[in-house]
């Protein structure tokens, strides 16, 4: 059966005067597990970092945000565009979160995708409820993710059921129907990543999707052993929650990679980042790394040099409005590069292939604990999602 997808109108999308002036405030929850993630365009230009195993910002930058952006990406911690002109994305991700976001608002330019996603004829005449349900979740995703992608430059990350963390060819399938998806509105497949939890049927997922030439983008990601395998497997991106690895150390004890961190006079959320970081340089993986769930300056100032940085809006916000000039007190260096990531030592272990036994015997009590609970995040957002569509389909005046 042919399925035709509906866009909203291209004059809702083409005026750049009426997008930074649309300011869609949705009162969800911030934080890294709930946030489409927008890449900054840099205000200025950017200031080229020196390659020097440790660089040093050597010419003045106009803000801190701006010196920041010469050594990483730096991505807005929000559901949604909170200042379009103060951060002009480069990049988005689409969740059930942003969906949530956009059926609690009315009148966003991204209802239309979801009400058009509801009113498609092929999901509507599915008898199984379950099914149906699905077909409407995947049309919204897709929907919103077309939008986006005329709004922004970047790739468009798509969230993948983590109802399906366990399930290899679950995700597989679920991948390959988004894609076709959105390729019947014309999206290329270049300008999509699909993210993916960091199970081991995950990792498997992503290493048989990126043979296929499919870009994809791990998430829940907090151990070595995690990053390792999905580096192993070519995964794309790599996302890695630095303030969640950093909670739990507060609040328990026990976890092996933790303790050494800890041991060592590290943050074990920052050393994770640093580990995987040196791991993918060194032994030339094309992963990305991004550090998720950066809770100030601090955090982001010790992992500059990183690929990706998701910082709140508050730090972005101090960054922009403080100014730097040459003589300041401090300078702004490098912590990550292909030169640091050259000396640093790995176990025989850490480089061995990872395989399910292995994953499985070195994800300490942090890593299965949070990665349970970040599942059954997304699980419960997929789930209101569903029982908003079951209360609001059919949309009205479609």
Not at 252 to 270: C, F, Q, T, V, W
Not at 387 to 393: A, G, R
Request: aromatic residues 8%; hydrophobic residues 40%; proline residues 6%.
């Amino acid at each position: 059966m042919s399925i035709s997808l509906r866009t909203p109108p291209s004059s809702a999308l083409s005026s750049k005067s009426s997008l930074q002036g649309e300011r869609l405030r949705l009162l969800g929850r911030s934080g890294a597990s709930n946030a489409v993630f927008f890449k900054l365009q840099p205000p200025f230009p950017q200031i080229r970092a020196s390659s020097s195993f440790y660089s040093s910002l050597d010419t003045g930058a106009r803000t801190e945000l701006d010196a920041v952006s010469s050594f990483s990406e730096i991505v807005p911690d929000t559901v949604i565009f909170d200042d379009f002109e103060k951060f002009p994305p480069t990049a988005a991700t689409v969740s059930s979160s942003l969906l949530l976001g956009i059926l609690s608002l009315p009148d966003t330019i991204f209802r239309n995708a979801v009400d058009m996603a509801l009113a498609d004829s092929g999901c509507a005449a599915l008898e199984n409820v379950e099914l149906r349900l699905s077909c409407f979740a995947n049309k919204a995703l897709v929907n919103v993710g077309g939008d986006l992608v005329k709004l922004v430059p970047g790739r468009v990350s798509t969230e993948v059921d983590a109802r399906l963390a366990y399930d290899t060819h679950g995700i597989i399938r679920k991948v390959h129907s988004l894609l076709k998806l959105y390729s019947e509105i014309n999206v290329p497949p270049e300008r999509l990543l699909f993210k993916i939890p960091a199970t081991w049927q995950g990792i498997e997922a992503s290493r048989l999707l990126e043979s296929e030439g499919i870009q994809t983008h791990m998430t829940l990601v907090y151990s070595f052993a995690q990053a390792a395998a999905a580096a192993q497997a070519g995964a794309s991106v790599i996302q890695i929650f630095v303030g969640r690895i950093r909670d739990w150390a507060r609040n328990h004890s026990g976890d092996p990679e933790i303790d050494a961190a800890l041991k060592r006079g590290e943050d074990p959320g920052l050393s994770l980042v640093t580990k995987a970081y040196n791991y993918i340089h060194k032994y030339g993986h094309k992963s990305k790394v991004m550090a998720a769930a950066v809770r100030n300056k601090q955090d982001l100032f010790s992992l500059l040099g990183v690929d990706y940085i998701i910082a709140p809006l508050k730090v972005l916000q101090s960054l922009n409005e403080s100014l730097t000039t040459p003589d300041e007190k401090y300078s702004f260096v490098r912590r990550l590069s292909p030169q640091s990531a050259a000396v640093y030592n790995f176990s025989k272990e850490e480089v061995a292939k990872w395989d399910q036994l292995s994953l499985a015997s070195a994800m300490g009590p942090a890593a299965v604990e949070l990665l349970a609970a970040g599942l059954d995040g997304y699980a419960d957002q997929a789930r209101r999602v569903e029982e908003l569509f079951t209360k609001i389909w059919p949309p009205p005046n479609v």
